[in-house]
């Protein structure tokens, strides 16, 4: 845990410091948040599969920038940083990207990002079928497999997927999925990845233009 701390905090300065100028700063977004850790149904409808082998619940909390004018080439995202706490005490994560709104009507928004996220979770688990193992050591390992996601790299690529609702100058709401993968970029081989399913609620800092 005092890992995960010093890792969000990192992510948070970054955001605030890199993304956030003195006259822009009163712009951004508090968020906060409850995930389903691991969920499956959303990997079984595009046909790509799920994990599901851990469980629990997913505190997330981070901090969004306003609208940045000097990415205005790639549509002027706004960048974030967010800090994920398994309630199961399994597979935590920090990350830190870029996000999209893009306005509908009634006061809903859809919310495509992409970002970089390091999770503290299993990379590398031990193989059930490695000669000359112990009944005790197989049992120990087969529990490991089936209870643990292994991500083959603690870097990895977060892409998410929003559809939020303003529902006052200060206030919003998300629908959320965010997944977690190495992409057969940052390892090769096991790539299992993560699936977070839930909602955010948003809170905007500052003056209210």
């Known amino acids: 845990m005092r890992f995960l701390t010093r890792i969000s905090v990192i992510c948070m300065a970054l955001v605030a410091v890199t993304v956030l100028p003195p006259a822009r700063a009163s712009a951004a977004e ?18 790509v599969g799920a994990a599901g082998r851990e469980g629990g619940t997913d505190l997330q909390f981070g901090l969004r920038s306003d609208r940045i004018d000097a990415l205005r080439v790639i549509g002027r995202p706004q960048a974030h940083g967010l800090v994920s706490i398994n309630s199961d005490r399994t597979s935590n994560f920090v990350a830190a990207g870029l996000s999209w709104p893009v306005d509908m ?8 990002g992409l970002g970089l996220a390091y999770t503290d979770g299993e990379v590398g688990l031990p193989p059930v079928n490695a000669p000359g193992l112990t ?5 120990r390992r087969l529990k490991l497999y089936h209870s643990r996601i292994d991500f083959g790299s603690h ?10 609702r303003v529902l006052s100058p200060r206030w919003s709401a998300e629908l959320s999925y965010v997944h977690l993968s190495n992409g057969q970029v940052f390892a090769h081989g096991k790539n299992q990845g993560l699936d977070d399913a839930g909602l955010r609620l948003i809170y905007k800092l500052g003056s209210i233009r």
Do not use: K, N
């Open 30 to 47: 508090l968020m906060v948040g409850a995930f389903a850790h691991d969920v499956t149904f959303i990997g079984d409808a595009i046909g």
């Open 105 to 112: 009507p009634a006061g809903f928004y859809v919310r495509p």
């Open 135 to 139: 009944p005790p050591e197989i049992q």
């Open 155 to 164: 870097l990895l690529f977060q892409p998410e997927l929003s559809v939020g």
